[in-house]
């Protein structure tokens, strides 16, 4: 167990691997150095309280954190990077793209675009018949239809672009003119050095993936040794104490909430004093808040960059539904009963009675809102998929939240503003305006 708290520095450094999982000396100067710095107390505290690898390499100037879990979340993955913020979830043959763009530049570290394109697709086409390849054509011909050739542009794009945004790739010119223009080209530029450090599993082929079905492909890629890929090796480590308590501490780390109580063992590691002390401490190196109540941990990051510890950040509408189904969530009378799509729309549309003009593009299809505004809540831990389709269940994390609805403000007046004029009126707000107050205290 590792009692030392890191500096500040340190602390910052660590919080933003656990985010992006990779910093570069070119990209990053100034965490590098904090890293290089405390590369001893860092690697000892990944790898004693969580298990997961930190990888250094000084010829290259990289470092990158291995990140491992029995458990990982259903729910995420790389989302598309898009001009407004990050976009949907990568697709599979948009991961499938990435991987054998990642093998051909680590063949040729520089590449131009249309051989780089061109070596994909003789991939793709020697083993899509086998099944084990999706068919990749970007080029309307017989059979190929024009809307399914840009699909695949499209796909191509998205998997160039999460390796730009990852730092493992530059080009020298824009990726889409390329693709949409015949007579343009660009050169693609890796390193070799950072792709050898971007697999943090054991070899695929070693592991047999092909003789293992689907649902044991997770359990083996997260082993740290081939014994461990074994799915009944995985659940007694699961069920060990040193796995109960890696389990406990990564969820810490890497999950906006936790129930402490979901352990094999009858008392959970986090219930214990130990436990708590040890996930506490680990939770300050990261530069994590906690509140901590008997049935529900919420770990939210003060400093932001986290997918699902930034909530409730942002004016979006889905994020302001989400506030709003939130605030309905503690005044049912069963909170933590499910709740269906039906009740969430009924709800967004009462409203909408009260605002007509919040969510009008949402007017004619609630639904689509509904499910955005109980995704925000899943990201946060606060909903949890239920058994039976397009319903909820609320977690615990709920009663740590107070969330004041204000829309019934008076009409903003026109001419200059208060600063300017001195004057204290209140104006009428013309969007659903939600705030969570600073301090939330456990119930």
Do not use: C
């Given at each position: 167990m590792s009692d030392a708290v890191f500096d500040p520095e340190a602390a910052e450094a660590a919080r933003h691997l656990t985010i992006v999982r990779r910093i570069s000396s070119s990209d990053d100067p100034v965490r590098y150095r904090a890293v290089l710095a405390a590369r001893h107390q860092l690697a000892g505290v990944f790898r004693d309280e969580l298990g997961w690898s930190l990888v250094i390499q000084d010829m290259a100037g990289l470092v990158r954190l291995h990140k491992r879990r029995d458990d990982p979340p259903s729910n995420r993955g790389p989302y598309l990077p898009r001009t407004n913020g990050p976009g949907a979830p990568a697709g599979k043959l948009v991961l499938v793209l990435v991987t054998l763009i990642c093998e051909q530049l680590w063949r040729r570290p520089r590449i131009s675009l249309r051989e780089l394109v061109q070596a994909v697709a003789q991939v793709c086409a020697a083993e899509s018949t086998t099944g084990r390849l999706p068919a990749f054509r970007i080029v309307a011909t017989d059979g190929v239809t024009k809307r399914e050739a840009q699909n695949a542009r499209q796909d191509l794009s998205d998997a160039l672009k999460l390796l730009i945004a990852d730092g493992e790739i530059t080009v020298d010119a824009d990726i889409d003119r390329a693709l949409a223009d015949e007579q343009a080209d660009c050169v693609v530029t890796a390193n070799r050095d950072s792709?050898?450090?971007?697999?943090?599993?054991?070899?695929?082929?070693?592991?047999?993936?092909?003789?293992?079905?689907?649902?044991?492909?997770?359990?083996?890629?997260?082993?740290?040794?081939?014994?461990?890929?074994?799915?009944?090796?995985?659940?007694?480590?699961?069920?060990?104490?040193?796995?109960?308590?890696?389990?406990?501490?990564?969820?810490?780390?890497?999950?906006?909430?936790?129930?402490?109580?979901?352990?094999?063992?009858?008392?959970?590691?986090?219930?214990?004093?130990?436990?708590?002390?040890?996930?506490?401490?680990?939770?300050?190196?990261?530069?994590?808040?906690?509140?901590?109540?008997?049935?529900?941990?919420?770990?939210?990051?003060?400093?932001?960059?986290?997918?699902?510890?930034?909530?409730?950040?942002?004016?979006?509408?889905?994020?302001?539904?989400?506030?709003?189904?939130?605030?309905?969530?503690?005044?049912?009378?069963?909170?933590?009963?499910?709740?269906?799509?039906?009740?969430?729309?009924?709800?967004?549309?009462?409203?909408?009675?009260?605002?007509?003009?919040?969510?009008?593009?949402?007017?004619?299809?609630?639904?689509?809102?509904?499910?955005?505004?109980?995704?925000?809540?899943?990201?946060?831990?606060?909903?949890?998929?239920?058994?039976?389709?397009?319903?909820?269940?609320?977690?615990?994390?709920?009663?740590?939240?107070?969330?004041?609805?204000?829309?019934?403000?008076?009409?903003?007046?026109?001419?200059?503003?208060?600063?300017?004029?001195?004057?204290?009126?209140?104006?009428?707000?013309?969007?659903?305006d939600l705030f969570i107050p600073a301090t939330q205290e456990p119930q």
């Open positions: 792709l050898a450090t971007k697999i943090a599993s054991l070899s695929p082929s070693l592991l047999n993936l092909s003789d293992r079905p689907p649902h044991e492909h997770s359990t083996a890629l997260t082993a740290t040794s081939l014994p461990d890929a074994d799915t009944h090796a995985a659940l007694e480590r699961a069920a060990s104490v040193e796995g109960r308590r890696l389990t406990a501490l990564r969820r810490i780390a890497d999950d906006p909430g936790t129930d402490p109580g979901d352990d094999p063992a009858p008392l959970g590691y986090l219930a214990t004093l130990s436990g708590r002390e040890r996930a506490l401490t680990l939770a300050a190196n990261l530069g994590l808040a906690v509140t901590v109540r008997r049935d529900w941990w919420e770990i939210t990051d003060p400093a932001g960059g986290r997918a699902g510890l930034v909530f409730p950040q942002g004016r979006r509408t889905t994020r302001q539904a989400a506030l709003a189904l939130l605030a309905e969530l503690t005044q049912r009378p069963q909170p933590d009963a499910a709740i269906p799509l039906a009740e969430i729309e009924q709800m967004l549309q009462n409203i909408r009675t009260d605002l007509p003009g919040w969510a009008s593009s949402y007017a004619a299809n609630l639904a689509l809102l509904a499910r955005d505004a109980a995704a925000e809540l899943i990201d946060a831990g606060l909903l949890t998929p239920a058994s039976e389709p397009d319903q909820w269940l609320p977690t615990p994390g709920i009663h740590l939240w107070r969330v004041q609805v204000r829309h019934d403000e008076p009409a903003r007046p026109a001419g200059p503003s208060p600063a300017q004029t001195g004057d204290a009126q209140h104006w009428r707000a013309d969007t659903f």
